[in-house]
Nanobody, 117 residues
Framework: QVQLVESGGGLVQAGGSLRLSCSAS????????MAWFRQPPGKERDLVAR????????TYADSVKGRFTISLDNAENTVWLQMNSLKPEDTAVYYC??????????WGQGTQVTVSS
C-alpha cells in the first residue's frame, strides 16, 4: 500500500518561492502518475499539477502555469513542486497524490502554504 509524506510548506511573502516534496513508500512500482492538489479555505480540492511516472508528461492548472514546476525522481520515489512568484491566492493546504490511469488512490496528509500580501 502506497504511503505519501509531504513536507516543505510554510509562510512566505507574495513574490516568494517554496518547494514542496512528497516521498512515496510501499508498492511504488504500481504508481502510474503523481500529482499535487490544493484546497483553499472553504473551497474544493483542485488539481495543481500532475506528472506521469514513466513518460514524465506534465499537466498544470492554468492558474499556476509558468510559475509552478512539478518534477519526479523515480529512484528516490519523490515528487517535488517548485512554486515561484507566489500569490496570496495560492494559499491552501497542498496534498500529494498517487494514482493509476483511472483515479488517485493514495493521498498525503497535506501541508499548509500561506502567502502573505
Amino acid at each position: 500500500q502506497v504511503q505519501l509524506v509531504e513536507s516543505g510548506g510554510g509562510l512566505v511573502q507574495a513574490g516568494g518561492s517554496l518547494r514542496l516534496s512528497c516521498s512515496a513508500s510501499g508498492g511504488t512500482s504500481s504508481i502510474y502518475r503523481m500529482a499535487w492538489f490544493r484546497q483553499p479555505p472553504g473551497k474544493e480540492r483542485d488539481l495543481v499539477a500532475r506528472i506521469r511516472r514513466i513518460t514524465r508528461t506534465t499537466t498544470y492548472a492554468d492558474s499556476v502555469k509558468g510559475r509552478f514546476t512539478i518534477s519526479l525522481d523515480n529512484a528516490e520515489n519523490t515528487v517535488w513542486l517548485q512554486m515561484n512568484s507566489l500569490k496570496p491566492e495560492d494559499t491552501a493546504v497542498y496534498y500529494c497524490a498517487a494514482g493509476n490511469t483511472a483515479n488517485y488512490y493514495a493521498w498525503g496528509q497535506g501541508t499548509q502554504v500561506t502567502v502573505s500580501s
